[in-house]
């Protein structure tokens, strides 16, 4: 039980009515959740305005409310706090509830288009075989040590976020590495997090159905870096032309790193294969099994975040050469008779160029590439036409189909992809909305020494239609129709 005078702490308050010395058990923004001795934060979101459910909040048991407009009548002895941004001084009063977790364990944020979830997910993983406890937080799955937390978003909200954090702390967590989403940045989820650092890896097209222009899709990345302290470390990729944006006027200490560019930092590839990656970090050869330019990114800032937290250079290198990729990332499978399937979430313009770049390095040029590419529905509709240029471009026949339709037709979402497309690419080019049979048609289209590319989902073990989400999973589907087609 907590005084909410003590949990304020931070917030932008305009005004009060009611006593502060209150006590408070529960800290909430979602009215179902509210119980009695509850906090109700009225958050307006994208879709539902907190302010609406004050009154079923007070009736669920709350005793104090901290919104943005104070309602016409103050119910009873109910204490209302008036803040200039309720989603803001949530963070505030998240992290001060749950004592302030973030500043008891480091916490690395990455942010970026691609590669969060690989470098947030690599960094757990190193830091774990070197022997450290450590949290990850992270699209796939959150993670206490070695015990898996199931992850609904990118970034979790303010509470969940402080909550996790706390857990991790009392399991004697050294480091937290996370994913920090360009919505959750906008949304201040993050905000009242003390981080120990932060990682730009790249920027390009996506989300802009939330942030409706790029430049505005900048300035959230952005927040992670004008938000961190003079202690903290601010790690940019100088290979994208929007790195040195990242960091201006940032007050940590800002690192450089690169394959191509000079930079603080820097890796060059000196062999890609389905093997994996041979590279040279810091003058060290280093051998990996992740497969790709792209993974040689996510090593890279590793490897660099690894030396601003003072670890010990030959102990990481050592380490990363045994690390894999999470699930879904360039994730494959090799039939007897050679053909190859790549399972890989790439649902960006930009990220699935990077996976057909690598199978294009990989191949020895006689292989057909066969490319399975969808786009979600209810999420930016301009990059439609992109995908599926990008992968007519890259690859020898094309299988347009559904990846999350969401609430529109999957029809509707394939025939905008094919806008892209002009009459060339069109020949190479058809269509199946069903993602199952679109899969099996693709394989069924190979041949020995094929490679078939299923991309979109990655690790996702479902499929969202009409809002009802029914399992599904891309790699046993493909693993299972190539067995079959082995017989």
Same mark, same amino acid.
């Given at each position: 039980?907590?005084?909410?005078?003590?949990?304020?702490?931070?917030?932008?308050?305009?005004?009060?009515?009611?006593?502060?010395?209150?006590?408070?058990?529960?800290?909430?923004?979602?009215?179902?959740?509210?119980?009695?001795?509850?906090?109700?934060?009225?958050?307006?979101?994208?879709?539902?305005?907190? &302010?609406?459910?004050?009154?079923?909040?007070?009736?669920?048991?709350?005793?104090?409310?901290?919104? /943005?407009?104070?309602?016409?009548?103050?119910?009873?002895?109910?204490?209302?706090?008036?803040?200039?941004?309720?989603?803001?001084?949530?963070?505030?009063?998240?992290?001060?509830?749950?004592?302030?977790?973030?500043?008891?364990?480091?916490?690395? !944020?990455?942010? *970026?288009?691609?590669?969060? $979830?690989?470098?947030? $997910?690599?960094? &757990?993983?190193?830091?774990?075989?070197?022997?450290?406890?450590?949290?990850?937080?992270?699209?796939?799955?959150?993670?206490?040590?070695?015990?898996?937390?199931?992850?609904?978003?990118?970034?979790?909200? !303010?509470?969940?976020?402080?909550?996790?954090?706390? /857990?991790?702390?009392?399991?004697?967590?050294?480091?937290?590495?996370?994913?920090?989403?360009?919505?959750?940045?906008?949304?201040?989820?993050?905000?009242?997090?003390?981080?120990? *650092?932060?990682?730009?890896?790249?920027?390009?097209?996506?989300?802009?159905?939330?942030?409706?222009?790029?430049?505005?899709?900048?300035?959230?990345?952005?927040?992670?870096?004008?938000?961190?302290?003079?202690? #903290?470390?601010?790690?940019?990729?100088?290979?994208?032309?929007?790195?040195?944006?990242?960091?201006?006027?940032?007050?940590?200490?800002?690192?450089?790193?690169?394959?191509?560019?000079?930079?603080?930092?820097?890796? +060059?590839?000196?062999?890609?294969?389905?093997?994996?990656?041979?590279?040279?970090?810091?003058?060290?050869?280093?051998?990996?099994?992740?497969?790709?330019?792209?993974?040689?990114?996510?090593?890279?800032?590793?490897?660099?975040?690894?030396? /601003?937290?003072?670890?010990?250079?030959?102990?990481?290198?050592?380490?990363?050469?045994?690390?894999?990729?999470?699930?879904?990332?360039?994730?494959?499978?090799?039939?007897?008779? *050679?053909?190859?399937?790549?399972?890989?979430?790439?649902?960006?313009?930009?990220?699935?160029?990077?996976?057909?770049?690598? @199978?294009?390095?990989?191949?020895?040029?006689?292989?057909?590439?066969?490319?399975?590419?969808?786009?979600?529905?209810?999420?930016?509709?301009?990059?439609?036409?992109?995908? #599926?240029?990008?992968?007519?471009?890259?690859?020898?026949?094309?299988?347009?189909?559904?990846?999350?339709?969401?609430?529109?037709?999957?029809?509707? @979402?394939?025939?905008?992809?094919?806008?892209?497309?002009?009459?060339?690419?069109?020949?190479? $080019?058809?269509?199946?909305?069903?993602?199952?049979?679109?899969?099996?048609?693709?394989?069924?289209? #190979?041949? #020995?020494?094929?490679?078939?590319?299923? !991309?979109?989902?990655? &690790?996702?073990?479902?499929?969202?239609?009409?809002?009802?989400? &029914?399992?599904?999973?891309?790699?046993? @589907?493909?693993?299972?129709?190539?067995?079959?087609?082995? +017989?």
């Amino acid at each position: 039980m907590k005084l909410l005078k003590d949990i304020l702490f931070k917030s932008r308050i305009q005004q009060v009515f009611g006593s502060t010395h209150v006590a408070i058990e529960y800290v909430t923004m979602d009215s179902r959740d509210v119980k009695p001795f509850s906090l109700f934060v009225a958050v307006t979101g994208t879709t539902v305005d907190g &302010h609406t459910y004050i009154d079923k909040a007070i009736a669920s048991g709350a005793v104090a409310i901290v919104c /943005e407009k104070i309602p016409d009548y103050p119910t009873g002895n109910i204490t209302f706090i008036q803040v200039q941004n309720s989603a803001e001084s949530l963070g505030y009063i998240a992290s001060n509830f749950y004592d302030n977790p973030s500043e008891k364990i480091q916490v690395v !944020a990455v942010t *970026g288009t691609n590669g969060k $979830t690989t470098t947030a $997910t690599l960094m &757990h993983r190193l830091a774990r075989k070197m022997g450290f406890k450590a949290g990850l937080l992270s699209t796939v799955v959150n993670k206490i040590n070695d015990t898996d937390v199931p992850a609904t978003h990118t970034t979790p909200n !303010a509470i969940a976020l402080n909550a996790l954090l706390a /857990e991790m702390v009392a399991a004697g967590c050294t480091y937290c590495f996370m994913e920090a989403s360009s919505h959750a940045l906008h949304q201040h989820r993050l905000t009242g997090v003390q981080l120990r *650092g932060a990682l730009f890896t790249n920027i390009t097209h996506d989300h802009l159905d939330y942030h409706k222009t790029f430049n505005e899709y900048i300035k959230a990345k952005k927040i992670l870096f004008d938000m961190l302290p003079s202690s #903290a470390f601010a790690i940019t990729n100088l290979d994208d032309r929007h790195g040195d944006i990242m960091v201006q006027n940032c007050k940590g200490k800002v690192k450089t790193m690169a394959l191509h560019s000079m930079a603080d930092y820097r890796a +060059k590839v000196l062999e890609n294969g389905f093997t994996g990656l041979h590279l040279v970090i810091d003058s060290q050869d280093v051998y990996t099994q992740l497969i790709g330019g792209f993974n040689a990114y996510n090593i890279l800032a590793v490897y660099a975040a690894a030396m /601003e937290l003072g670890l010990d250079k030959m102990d990481v290198l050592t380490a990363i050469s045994g690390l894999q990729a999470p699930d879904g990332r360039f994730q494959y499978i090799k039939t007897p008779n *050679g053909i190859t399937a790549v399972v890989d979430y790439a649902h960006t313009p930009d990220a699935l160029k990077n996976v057909l770049k690598t @199978i294009a390095d990989i191949r020895t040029g006689n292989e057909q590439v066969i490319s399975i590419v969808g786009c979600g529905g209810d999420r930016d509709k301009t990059k439609r036409p992109e995908m #599926a240029r990008i992968a007519a471009e890259w690859s020898n026949r094309v299988v347009l189909t559904s990846d999350n339709p969401r609430s529109e037709d999957p029809e509707t @979402i394939i025939n905008e992809m094919k806008e892209g497309l002009d009459p060339v690419m069109m020949k190479k $080019t058809l269509a199946v909305s069903d993602r199952r049979e679109a899969i099996k048609f693709a394989c069924t289209l #190979a041949n #020995a020494g094929d490679i078939v590319l299923i !991309a979109g989902k990655g &690790h996702e073990r479902y499929q969202e239609i009409a809002g009802v989400k &029914h399992p599904f999973d891309d790699f046993q @589907i493909v693993s299972e129709t190539l067995t079959m087609l082995e +017989k």
